[in-house]
């Protein structure tokens, strides 16, 4: 579980649309799961999983249908769709609400079916941005869950989110964005690493080099210029 910490505007739904090939980058180069996210865009589609920063799910549909409609794109024969299907709705306890048109749905019911759509092609890397925005406390917490779940059983996860807590709670490692200010016309972002301690749930600055006392007095020199 890799966590993407940062305020709103600092890049990290920019950067989840590269990395998901829904955007191409300016410049540079980017892998997942061994595919160029340019050069192999079409086959890296096929070994991922994306819910968006907004439930993207049809509410004149129902639960069930708009999972079977996520099966169809991925072109699953209709035994197995279905299968999946059904599984998705067991999971995330939307069995009752499968057979309801989605614009019935809670807040916290649409969430989930749109993570467990994300879950239908059974991606080993799944994409989650800022799945908890929103959500009432009982809630978050059961998507806490659900996402711990999936990494236990072996999904990589790549988790935005604007909360330090969300953060410590669920990954093993989490990078810190901000935006810099613009230079050359360019906004430029600014990553700061920073590693989770699972044992102790909190985040603590990666150690910097010991580069001796002449590199100590150069920057005492440039501090007083």
Same mark, same amino acid.
């Given at each position: 579980?890799? +966590?993407?910490l940062g305020?709103?505007?600092?890049? !990290?739904?920019?950067?989840?649309?590269?990395?998901?090939?829904l955007?191409?980058?300016?410049?540079?180069?980017a892998?997942? +799961?061994?595919?160029?996210?340019?050069?192999? +865009?079409?086959r890296?589609?096929?070994?991922i999983?994306?819910?968006?920063?907004?439930?993207?799910?049809?509410e004149l549909?129902?639960? @069930?249908?708009n999972?079977?409609?996520?099966?169809l794109?991925?072109?699953?024969?209709?035994?197995?769709?279905?299968? @999946?299907? =059904?599984?998705?709705?067991?999971?995330?306890?939307?069995?009752?609400a499968?057979?309801?048109l989605? !614009?019935?749905?809670s807040g916290?019911?649409? @969430?989930?079916?749109d993570?467990?759509?994300?879950?239908i092609?059974?991606?080993?890397?799944?994409?989650?941005?800022?799945p908890?925005?929103? /959500?009432?406390?009982?809630?978050?917490?059961?998507v806490?869950?659900?996402?711990?779940?999936?990494?236990?059983?072996?999904t990589?996860?790549?988790?935005?989110?604007q909360?330090?807590?969300?953060?410590e709670?669920?990954?093993h =490692?989490?990078?810190?964005h901000? @935006?810099?200010?613009?230079?050359?016309? =360019?906004g /430029?972002l600014?990553?700061?690493?920073?590693?989770v301690?699972?044992?102790r749930g909190? /985040?603590?600055?990666q150690?910097?080099?010991?580069r001796g006392?002449?590199?100590?007095?150069?920057?005492?020199?440039d501090?007083?210029?």
């Amino acid at each position: 579980m890799l +966590a993407l910490l940062g305020p709103n505007g600092a890049g !990290k739904t920019t950067l989840v649309r590269i990395l998901t090939t829904l955007l191409r980058p300016d410049s540079g180069r980017a892998r997942v +799961a061994g595919y160029d996210v340019v050069a192999n +865009a079409g086959r890296l589609r096929t070994v991922i999983g994306l819910a968006g920063q907004y439930a993207a799910v049809d509410e004149l549909l129902t639960g @069930r249908e708009n999972l079977e409609l996520v099966g169809l794109w991925y072109h699953l024969d209709k035994h197995e769709y279905r299968r @999946r299907a =059904q599984e998705v709705l067991e999971r995330f306890s939307l069995i009752d609400a499968g057979g309801r048109l989605v !614009k019935t749905y809670s807040g916290g019911m649409r @969430r989930r079916l749109d993570i467990g759509a994300s879950l239908i092609a059974l991606p080993p890397v799944l994409f989650l941005d800022e799945p908890t925005t929103g /959500l009432d406390p009982r809630t978050r917490n059961e998507v806490w869950q659900f996402i711990e779940e999936l990494v236990a059983a072996g999904t990589t996860v790549l988790l935005t989110t604007q909360y330090m807590e969300e953060a410590e709670h669920l990954a093993h =490692q989490a990078h810190r964005h901000h @935006r810099a200010p613009d230079q050359g016309g =360019q906004g /430029l972002l600014r990553r700061r690493a920073r590693r989770v301690q699972p044992s102790r749930g909190r /985040l603590v600055d990666q150690p910097q080099p010991d580069r001796g006392p002449d590199h100590e007095r150069a920057r005492d020199g440039d501090r007083a210029a």
